[in-house]
Structure formats: C-alpha cells, structure tokens
C-alpha cells in the first residue's frame, strides 16, 4: 500500500510539472493539402510545412516562412 501511495505521489507530481499547449490544425483531403503546399504560393517562398497523412486524409501541422536553428535555449 505504502509503494501505491509513492507511486501516485510520483505521477501526480509529474503531471503538474507539464504544460500542454494546443494549436489548430487544417485538416482536409490529401488531394487538396497537396495543392496547397506544392501550389503557386508556396512556390517562390521559403520555409518550411509539415503535414500528417493517413490514408486520403492530410493535416497541416507547423509551416513557417522563416525559421532559424536556436542554439541559445537553455533549458534548466
């Protein structure tokens, strides 16, 4: 019982420490996220698009214009 009680203490106290952020997504038929990212738009910029597909389905997840690495976080 006294190993349950730590073991809940643990998980409880881990659950705190995380922060859930969320975003919308797009979401649409394959086809047409393709069209989107691959159409005249996207052609003459730069940057980056991230996209989960199953299926016929697609999901626009993250795209940016402009990015650059950062090397400067520290994470205590």
Avoid at 12 to 29: E, I, M, R, S
Wanted: net charge positive.
């Amino acid at each position: 019982m006294k190993k349950i009680l730590i073991a809940l203490t643990l998980m409880a106290g881990l659950a705190n420490a995380q922060t859930v952020f969320q975003k919308p997504v797009l979401c649409a038929d394959l086809k047409e996220i393709i069209k989107t990212v691959t159409g005249p738009e996207h052609k003459e910029k730069t940057g980056w698009t991230i996209v989960e597909y199953r299926n016929e389905w697609g999901c626009i997840i993250g795209a940016s214009e402009k990015s650059e690495l950062a090397t400067n976080v520290k994470i205590e």
